[in-house]
């Protein structure tokens, strides 16, 4: 398959991967695409394969980077991005060489580009891009890494994480989300979390990011940097924070233990049908869908493996 590079002249019948199209009420793909829009204007570059999926990559020169990185000469990924059947049929490692030789065609240094200490759904991923040659430049609190690759193999030119971001902290009282456009899908999360704030009674403020000087002094990066997040992410981490308030959005300090009496007593809840994994991790308080589809998948397979031992059993009889 060929790629497309989506511009000002065919953005408005190309689909932008991420979001190829809005829900009924809903303003994801014109959003993102008015915001790319404005950014084609500073030399951002929109490259995705021609095909119904998402499979793209998305990237600028830092110094119109939407993140508060000191990178001069570089080149930075906003957005990086191979999924579903796309997957290990080499069309990251072709969008990657097309990114390189284009940045070096317009006399960048090198690449940066956010990533973390272990891989996050909505960042890229640290272990691929280290085995392409990426290093770690500068890390940020809670786990932010800011990778690059130097095209002449020096690191005199590393860039860097700018001193705002690097704690992750704000001056601002309460539970505090910034926010952009440059993710189709965060400003429709962003509002139904400030609903949720707003019932619990909880100091909630939502500070939208609409300029890249705003952006580069900012003291955070996920929030309008999650051009990967799937809705699934985000449906946990408002579920999370209607349940355990501002703590839920932290990063886990370790990982989350459940006693045999209630994975028993949400198998049992689940197999008596109507229920949804979702509405059992809201009830019962557990992180994720997937640890729960996890305890039904094994008790399948138990009564499974029960089932054809029976069979054997009973064929000997016969």
């Not at 303003?27 to 570059?45: H, I, T």
């Not at 997040?229 to 981490?237: D, K, L, N, P, Q």
């Not at 949400?266 to 640890?291: A, H, M, N, R, W």
């Amino acid at each position: 398959m060929s790629f497309i590079k989506v511009d000002q002249t065919n953005i408005e019948k190309e689909h932008i991967c991420c979001a190829i199209s809005d829900k009924k009420g809903e303003n994801c793909v014109a959003s993102k695409k008015a915001w790319l829009k404005e950014r084609f204007e500073d030399g951002l570059v929109f490259l995705k394969l021609n095909a119904r999926g998402k499979v793209f990559i998305e990237y600028l020169p830092a110094e119109k980077a939407w993140c508060p990185i000191d990178a001069e000469g570089y080149f930075y990924i906003n957005c990086f991005w191979v999924s579903g059947q796309y997957k290990g049929k080499g069309y990251a490692n072709q969008l990657l060489d097309l990114c390189i030789k284009d940045v070096k065609e317009k006399g960048a240094v090198g690449l940066a580009i956010l990533s973390s200490a272990k891989k996050m759904p909505f960042l890229s991923d640290p272990k691929y891009l280290k085995y392409k040659g990426f290093q770690i430049a500068d890390t940020a609190e809670p786990y932010f890494q800011l990778l690059y690759l130097n095209f002449d193999g020096s690191d005199s030119r590393a860039p860097c994480f700018k001193p705002c971001v690097k704690k992750g902290q704000t001056q601002e009282p309460g539970l505090v989300l910034y926010y952009s456009n440059q993710c189709p899908h965060t400003e429709k999360y962003a509002s139904v979390l400030q609903e949720i704030a707003i019932q619990r009674g909880t100091d909630f403020k939502l500070i939208k990011v609409d300029n890249v000087e705003s952006a580069q002094s900012a003291p955070t990066m996920a929030s309008y940097q999650a051009a990967g997040v799937s809705e699934g992410a985000f449906r946990t981490w408002i579920r999370l924070f209607q349940t355990r308030g501002s703590e839920g959005l932290l990063p886990a300090r370790k990982k989350m233990k459940y006693s045999a009496e209630l994975k028993v007593k949400v198998i049992k809840e689940y197999l008596q049908g109507g229920i949804s994994f979702e509405t059992l991790c809201t009830k019962y308080d557990i992180t994720k869908p997937s640890i729960v589809q996890q305890w039904i998948s094994g008790i399948i397979a138990m009564r499974s493996s029960d089932l054809q031992t029976a069979e054997e059993i009973k064929r000997r009889r016969d």
